[in-house]
């Protein structure tokens, strides 16, 4: 499977973005995916993750209650939706499949053997 994160940009304190990753193959509806992000400086960290089924998601405690992961397995797509950006927001975010096809909650870097290459998201204040 290869993963194609888009959706960032530069957007102004208060703002909202949708990043979508999509992946290619015919068993993406079987993994589960994450979405992590690595700020200049910084270790990379979770953000959130869902599984293949769309019907569990988790979040980091820093985004949970303004953002929203979501999944259309028809489309082979991931998506966030971030609401309330703030500049601590600011990193570079990589989507991540874990095609083990485990189940259960992923929120390690180590969870996911593929990833995506990033895409920018620049919050001004």
């Given at each position: 499977?290869?993963?194609?994160?888009?959706?960032?940009?530069?957007?102004?304190?208060?703002?909202?973005l949708?990043?979508s990753?999509?992946?290619?193959?015919?068993t993406?509806?079987?993994?589960?995916m994450?979405w992590?992000?690595?700020?200049?400086?910084k270790?990379?960290?979770?953000?959130?993750?869902?599984?293949?089924?769309?019907g569990?998601?988790?979040y980091?405690?820093?985004?949970?209650?303004?953002?929203?992961?979501s999944?259309d397995?028809a489309?082979?797509?991931?998506?966030?939706?971030?609401?309330s950006?703030?500049?601590?927001?600011?990193?570079?975010?990589?989507?991540?499949?874990?095609?083990?096809?485990?189940?259960?909650?992923?929120?390690?870097?180590?969870?996911?053997?593929?990833?995506?290459?990033?895409?920018?998201?620049?919050?001004?204040?």
């Amino acid at each position: 499977v290869q993963l194609q994160a888009s959706g960032g940009g530069l957007v102004q304190a208060g703002g909202s973005l949708r990043l979508s990753c999509a992946g290619s193959g015919r068993t993406f509806s079987r993994y589960e995916m994450g979405w992590f992000r690595q700020a200049p400086g910084k270790e990379r960290e979770f953000v959130a993750a869902i599984s293949w089924s769309g019907g569990s998601t988790y979040y980091a405690d820093s985004v949970k209650g303004r953002s929203t992961i979501s999944r259309d397995n028809a489309k082979n797509t991931v998506y966030l939706q971030m609401n309330s950006l703030n500049p601590e927001d600011t990193a570079v975010y990589y989507c991540a499949a874990d095609t083990s096809l485990r189940v259960g909650k992923r929120d390690a870097e180590y969870d996911y053997d593929v990833w995506g290459q990033g895409t920018q998201v620049t919050v001004s204040s």
